[in-house]
């Protein structure tokens, strides 16, 4: 970990970087001038204050992004935050597709990187959604009254499991398909286990 400075244990993701490799390099130069501490988590670039998580970078194949952990408290005048899905509650990232784009918004980036570190010096915190939040469908209702364990087991389950299977379910558009799938995971759910286990 390093203030302000490149960390040389993070030199190994920029150097074997295929795609955005001088998008990479151009991204953290800029986030270091904002006197952040480089260190690596989730297999990326993540830049900190007193141990809290700013902003970190990441790349996709259609773009690369800086993405602020809790990009949905930053007031975006140029609109350019991105909510890369709609169940993604705290996070907003900036995406480019070239190194010309990060530099004609060097300024902006800086400025956004100095607002998210307020943020944490101010302590905000994100007001997530309740699970009650979550609309549990009437398939699985129905189920839960079939098989009273089913319910006593999916209760027992993390917050995050349950969203994760209450939206899975939910996406479904048609009751048959969302019938198959909460059929598929009730041994997964009774076992206590999330849809990834």
Same mark, same amino acid.
């Given at each position: 970990? +390093?203030?302000?400075?490149?960390?040389?244990?993070?030199?190994?993701?920029?150097?074997?970087?295929?795609?955005?490799?001088?998008?990479?390099?151009?991204?953290?130069?800029?986030?270091?001038? *904002?006197?952040?501490?480089?260190?690596?988590?989730?297999?990326?670039? *993540?830049?900190?204050?007193?141990?809290?998580?700013?902003?970190?970078?990441?790349?996709?194949?259609?773009?690369?992004? &800086? &993405?602020?952990?809790?990009?949905?408290?930053?007031?975006?005048?140029?609109?350019?935050?991105?909510?890369?899905?709609?169940?993604?509650?705290?996070?907003?990232?900036?995406?480019?597709?070239?190194?010309?784009?990060?530099?004609? &918004?060097? !300024?902006? !980036?800086?400025?956004?990187?100095?607002?998210?570190?307020?943020?944490?010096?101010?302590?905000?915190?994100? +007001?997530?959604?309740?699970?009650?939040?979550?609309?549990?469908?009437?398939?699985?209702?129905?189920?839960?009254?079939?098989?009273?364990?089913?319910?006593?087991?999916?209760?027992?389950?993390?917050?995050?499991?349950?969203?994760?299977? !209450?939206?899975?379910?939910?996406?479904?558009?048609?009751?048959?398909?969302?019938?198959?799938?909460?059929?598929?995971?009730?041994?997964?759910? &009774?076992?206590?286990?999330?849809?990834?286990?």
């Amino acid at each position: 970990m +390093t203030h302000g400075g490149r960390n040389p244990k993070i030199d190994p993701f920029f150097r074997k970087a295929d795609k955005w490799k001088e998008e990479f390099e151009r991204l953290r130069t800029i986030v270091l001038d *904002c006197e952040l501490n480089e260190e690596f988590k989730w297999m990326h670039p *993540c830049y900190t204050h007193n141990n809290k998580n700013i902003v970190l970078i990441h790349g996709f194949k259609e773009y690369c992004a &800086l &993405l602020f952990h809790k990009g949905a408290l930053l007031k975006d005048p140029h609109g350019i935050l991105v909510q890369q899905t709609k169940n993604v509650q705290a996070a907003r990232q900036i995406r480019f597709t070239n190194v010309q784009e990060i530099d004609e &918004l060097e !300024l902006i !980036l800086k400025s956004y990187i100095d607002e998210a570190i307020e943020v944490e010096k101010a302590g905000l915190e994100i +007001t997530y959604k309740q699970q009650t939040a979550y609309t549990v469908p009437e398939e699985l209702d129905n189920k839960f009254v079939e098989i009273p364990e089913l319910k006593t087991a999916f209760e027992s389950l993390t917050p995050g499991r349950q969203r994760a299977y !209450l939206l899975h379910f939910s996406q479904a558009k048609q009751a048959k398909t969302r019938e198959s799938r909460i059929e598929k995971y009730i041994p997964h759910i &009774l076992d206590g286990k999330g849809m990834n286990d």
